[in-house]
Every structure is written in C-alpha cells, then in structure tokens.
C-alpha cells in the first residue's frame, strides 16, 4: 500500500472534482444563453408601427387621441386592414367591444367594416330596441327575427296593426353587424339600447315604418 501524505490527498480530491465543476458551469453558461436568443427581438426581422387601442372599449366609442396608441409589430403578425395612421382612425366610430393593446382594423370601424359585411341588395340601418334587456343577449354576427312591439295604431307596410295585436314579425333571419349601447344616463340599465343590422330593401321598408324604439329582437339557433 502507498501512502499518500494528507496535504497531497487534498489536492488530488480537490483536483477530482474540477471535470464535474465545469461540466456543470458549461451547462449553465448555455441555458443563458439559449433563454437570451429565444427573448431578444430577430436582428433581421421587419416591424410595422400599428395603432393599438389604449384602453378597453365599448361599441358604439368615437375614437379620441386618448383611445389610441401605437405599438410596433412583426410584419408577420400585422392584421389585414390594419389602422396604421391615427388620422385614419380619429373620430371613426368602434363597432365592437375592443380590449386594451388589440390592433385597430378597418373591420373594426362601423363606417368601413360594414360596407364590406353588406351582401348584395342589402343595406344597413340602425333600428332602438324596445327594451334595454335585449341587449343583453345580442352580439355582433347573430341572426334575429325582429318583432314590432307597441300599441296597435302602429303601422307596418302602411297599415295598422290588427286590432289585440301586441306584435308582427318585420324581419326574419337578420344579420347583426353592431350591438351600440344607449347614451347618457339610460346606459347603465341598457335602455334605449341600438342595433346596426344588414337587411334587404323590403325588409329595411317595413321597418321604416315603425316608430323608433318599438323593435323587439330574438335570437335564431343556428343552423
């Protein structure tokens, strides 16, 4: 047996565990790197100044300075019709709910989103609900049957209602393309709540007819 003196044991022992040290050194050295090149930004890749929305908003908003923001995007990831200017937002009206940070859209815009949801023959008008509860229920894209809703000496294709008659049906199947909340004080209970619909020219006549806020609506399952 050889014995090693206990000065050169040490050494050795603390010699023995430098391999397991920078094994292990190395291996935290490329994990920080490999989490440094997946969080920075590509060197290479092209970005794009959008307009985002500052704050969460309700339909029916007139876009202000204070509702926007602009934020810089991957070219990748810039929506189609995407708001890149604020002039070509400021004072354009929102027709749907919108989170903080969401991109602006075209499609987004009531006086350019729905021309473009308009099929052919259709228009777009903007009828009041009878009751601020209904909307409620209602979204953006949904079918409804619209109702006339009010006293019988109202009048539907020029005629009055047939007498104990509370209600005829004025639409069937009706695309909604904005669901915009009533103003000032009723907002807080739903009253005098409006809807943006797509109809044809017929259906569009007969509900011309009707005074405003005598419209009930009702969900259609679908198909």
Known sequence: MVLVPSRFARHLSILAGWPRRVAALLCLALALLSALISHAPAASGHTASVVVTAKPLRPGTVLRATDLAAARWPDALVPAAAVLRFSAA????????????????????????????????????????????????????????????????????????????????????????????????????????????????????????RPAGHFLASLVPPS
């Not at 815009?109 to 228009?123: E, F």
Request: glycine share 14%; no cysteine.
């Open 90 to 209: 400021l004072g354009h009206t929102v027709g749907a709910a919108m989170t903080r940070g969401e991109p602006l859209t075209a499609a987004r815009l009531l006086d350019t989103g729905i021309s473009a949801a308009l099929d052919p023959g259709q228009v777009a008008l903007t009828i009041s609900l009878a009751g601020g509860s209904q909307a409620a229920i209602l979204q953006a894209g949904a079918l409804v049957d619209l109702y006339a809703a009010g006293a019988d000496s109202a009048l539907v294709d020029g005629q009055p209602l047939p007498g104990g008659t509370a209600s005829r049906r004025l639409g069937t199947s009706v695309r909604i393309l904005a669901v915009l909340p009533a103003a000032g004080a009723g907002a807080l209970d739903g009253d005098g709540s409006s809807l943006v619909i797509a109809a044809d020219r017929s259906t569009a006549a007969r509900l011309a007819d």
